[in-house]
């Protein structure tokens, strides 16, 4: 796509730009609803990638050569373009990291072992991905600090009075998602960094489940630390964002050791970086991060607010249909959602719904979601997930709703 597409929704131009959808499943046509995991890749950003292995690529920031210039200038690029999109303040502040995973343990790992010590508090909330609260278990095991869970209630909303009421002097860090990758939940995210403000915390947001789907500004939203992977945003697998407040980085010390993060390097010692390279040890996943970057142009020029118009009402679309089916139950029904709806059917194993629409070619997520302690809040062992993305079209849906249907018919 070359010019800025408004109204109406070009869904016939997006697709042709993403050849895996034309892809057949068992003879049907594939209608891929599993975006929350990973989404498909747009042929420019496939063709990017393979731009850079053809005759752009070299190491980063070590040559004087040619190649190695354009490759940096290249990457440089993509982290202003990375910037851009969540509005933060300095380049200094994006730090490419493998995904969200790894932004969420560099922070709690270097953060963590600065500045937690025994007693204090680190508040995360019962809608966590795992990702977002084992590496804060790690560092409150060789710390001494205190986890303290906030719960979610039968709509799939926070408990903000228990937020509030967890809030003390003694809590050090909030990590928040801000949008539920189990439940479609999307936080309320500003109050929540400005209450935790007011008292002297700090907060991390996992943005994974938010990046592909809202207007994400780091500086509206004030948060400290924000992290987001590319895969979920039409771009590269193994590469992802870490964005923190500059103060709070340069405080940091280095979560890795090795090439490129240090300044000086002898056996009385070794100075660091400046940021962002600090954090970046080693060779960077250079093409990935090229890549990353054009995904966020053909986000961009689609334009947010368009897509979310488009999501918003393809969620609508779904959860109606979805709710006309007798037996099916949405577990999530927050008043602000994006782009997930997750489900259970009666005693159907969500399993068994996966397997019966894969051979209608509908890719559904089931299992846990790497969310075990929402499974557990809501006392099932798993759900089926049907999550949505910018090229998903409502006849899909439509294609769901049959093919659900049939898993009703088929279990009686
Ligand atoms: N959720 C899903 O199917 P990585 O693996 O680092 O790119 O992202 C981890 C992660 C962190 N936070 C949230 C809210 C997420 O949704 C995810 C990834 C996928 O829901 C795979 S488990």
Same mark, same amino acid.
């Given at each position: 796509?070359?010019?800025?597409?408004?109204?109406?929704?070009?869904?016939?131009?997006?697709?042709?730009?993403?050849?895996?959808?034309?892809?057949?499943?068992?003879?049907?046509?594939?209608?891929?609803?599993?975006?929350?995991?990973?989404?498909?890749?747009?042929?420019?950003?496939?063709?990017?990638?393979?731009?850079?292995?053809?005759?752009?690529?070299?190491?980063?920031?070590?040559?004087?050569?040619?190649?190695?210039?354009?490759?940096?200038?290249?990457?440089?690029?993509?982290?202003?373009?990375?910037?851009?999109?969540?509005?933060?303040?300095?380049?200094?502040?994006?730090?490419?990291?493998?995904?969200?995973?790894?932004?969420?343990?560099?922070?709690?790992?270097?953060?963590?072992?600065?500045?937690?010590?025994?007693?204090?508090?680190?508040?995360?909330?019962?809608?966590?991905?795992?990702?977002?609260?084992?590496?804060?278990?790690?560092?409150?095991?060789? #710390? $001494? &600090?205190?986890?303290? +869970?906030?719960?979610?209630?039968?709509?799939?909303? *926070?408990?903000? %009075? !228990?937020?509030?009421?967890?809030?003390?002097?003694?809590?050090?860090?909030?990590?928040?998602?801000?949008?539920?990758?189990?439940?479609?939940?999307?936080?309320?995210?500003?109050?929540?960094?400005?209450?935790?403000?007011? #008292? $002297? &915390?700090?907060?991390? +947001?996992?943005?994974?489940?938010?990046?592909?789907? *809202?207007?994400? %500004? !780091?500086?509206?939203?004030?948060?400290?630390?924000?992290?987001?992977?590319?895969?979920?945003?039409?771009?590269?697998?193994?590469?992802?964002?870490?964005?923190?407040?500059?103060?709070?980085?340069?405080?940091?010390?280095?979560?890795?050791?090795?090439?490129?993060?240090?300044?000086?390097?002898?056996?009385?010692?070794?100075?660091?970086?400046?940021?962002?390279?600090?954090?970046?040890?080693?060779?960077?996943?250079?093409?990935?991060?090229?890549?990353?970057?054009?995904?966020?142009?053909?986000?961009?020029?689609?334009?947010?607010?368009?897509?979310?118009?488009?999501?918003?009402?393809?969620?609508?679309?779904?959860?109606?249909?979805?709710?006309?089916?007798?037996?099916?139950?949405?577990?999530?029904?927050?008043?602000?959602?994006?782009?997930?709806?997750?489900?259970?059917?009666?005693?159907?194993?969500?399993?068994?719904?996966?397997?019966?629409?894969?051979?209608?070619?509908?890719?559904?997520?089931?299992?846990?979601?790497?969310?075990?302690?929402?499974?557990?809040?809501?006392?099932?062992?798993?759900?089926?997930?049907?999550?949505?993305?910018?090229?998903?079209?409502?006849?899909?849906?439509?294609?769901?709703?049959?093919?659900?249907?049939?898993?009703?018919?088929?279990?009686?």
């Amino acid at each position: 796509m070359t010019s800025k597409n408004t109204d109406p929704f070009p869904i016939k131009q997006i697709r042709s730009d993403f050849p895996i959808l034309s892809e057949k499943i068992y003879g049907k046509p594939l209608v891929y609803l599993d975006n929350g995991a990973s989404t498909q890749k747009p042929i420019q950003v496939i063709k990017a990638i393979s731009g850079v292995y053809e005759n752009k690529y070299a190491n980063v920031h070590r040559g004087v050569h040619y190649l190695s210039q354009v490759a940096t200038d290249e990457m440089e690029a993509a982290r202003e373009k990375v910037r851009g999109f969540i509005n933060a303040r300095s380049e200094r502040e994006v730090i490419f990291v493998r995904g969200a995973t790894e932004g969420i343990n560099l922070v709690a790992s270097s953060w963590g072992k600065a500045n937690l010590t025994a007693g204090d508090e680190i508040i995360l909330s019962q809608m966590e991905h795992h990702s977002n609260i084992v590496p804060w278990q790690l560092i409150a095991n060789a #710390t $001494g &600090a205190i986890i303290k +869970v906030i719960p979610i209630d039968d709509s799939g909303e *926070l408990e903000m %009075d !228990v937020f509030r009421s967890l809030l003390s002097e003694k809590t050090k860090m909030v990590a928040i998602t801000h949008v539920s990758n189990a439940l479609g939940t999307i936080v309320p995210l500003k109050q929540m960094i400005k209450e935790s403000h007011d #008292t $002297g &915390a700090l907060v991390l +947001v996992d943005g994974c489940q938010a990046a592909p789907h *809202l207007q994400v %500004d !780091v500086q509206k939203l004030d948060a400290d630390f924000y992290v987001f992977s590319g895969h979920k945003i039409y771009g590269p697998s193994g590469i992802g964002i870490l964005y923190g407040k500059e103060t709070l980085l340069e405080a940091m010390p280095p979560y890795q050791g090795g090439g490129d993060m240090i300044d000086t390097v002898s056996f009385s010692g070794s100075t660091w970086a400046d940021l962002p390279f600090k954090f970046e040890a080693g060779t960077p996943n250079i093409a990935d991060a090229i890549g990353m970057g054009n995904a966020i142009d053909y986000i961009s020029t689609l334009g947010l607010p368009a897509i979310i118009e488009y999501e918003n009402a393809l969620l609508s679309y779904a959860t109606e249909k979805l709710q006309a089916i007798n037996s099916l139950k949405i577990v999530g029904n927050a008043t602000e959602k994006a782009a997930i709806i997750s489900f259970v059917m009666g005693d159907i194993h969500p399993h068994d719904i996966g397997t019966i629409l894969d051979r209608q070619g509908v890719a559904v997520r089931t299992g846990h979601h790497c969310a075990q302690p929402v499974m557990e809040r809501y006392d099932v062992p798993a759900t089926a997930r049907a999550s949505f993305a910018l090229y998903n079209t409502f006849e899909e849906i439509d294609s769901l709703a049959v093919s659900l249907a049939k898993v009703q018919e088929i279990f009686g």
